[in-house]
Nanobody, 122 residues
Framework: QVELVESGGGLVQAGGSLRLSCGAS????????MAWFRQAPGKEREFVAA??????FYADSVKGRFTISRDNAKNTVYLQMNSLKPEDTAVYYC?????????????????WGQGTQVTVSS
């Protein structure tokens, strides 16, 4: 069992930056693929970024602006978000799973956090 708790969301102006954190409880954190998804008002939840075995993967909409990283010693995954746009406004969710295939499918992740709100004003 893994419990995930996100933090770091907030209100920021367009062009600004935020860093989200996701702390995980439980053992064998390093064995899990970790990902960030987001859900904007009135839209379906979508893939943002993932990290597995040292490799990172991004949605095209955030590539070059967002960076996912992890600290296995601290059981924490981060999402550094730069050059934020109003369309990045959403609830951001952290997810964990022993994913061996594509990383962008929500159904492959077993554990989810409660989400943290990110609001980007224009």
């Amino acid at each position: 069992q893994v419990e995930l708790v996100e933090s770091g969301g907030g209100l920021v102006q367009a062009g600004g930056s935020l860093r989200l954190s996701c702390g995980a409880s439980g053992r064998a954190f390093s064995n899990y693929a970790m990902a960030w998804f987001r859900q904007a008002p009135g839209k379906e939840r979508e893939f943002v970024a993932a990290i597995r075995w040292g490799g990172t993967f991004y949605a095209d909409s955030v590539k070059g602006r967002f960076t996912i990283s992890r600290d296995n010693a601290k059981n924490t995954v981060y999402l550094q978000m730069n050059s934020l746009k109003p369309e990045d406004t959403a609830v951001y969710y952290c997810a964990a799973g022993q994913v061996v295939g594509p990383l962008l499918r929500q159904r492959d992740y077993d554990y989810w956090g409660q989400g943290t709100q990110v609001t980007v004003s224009s």
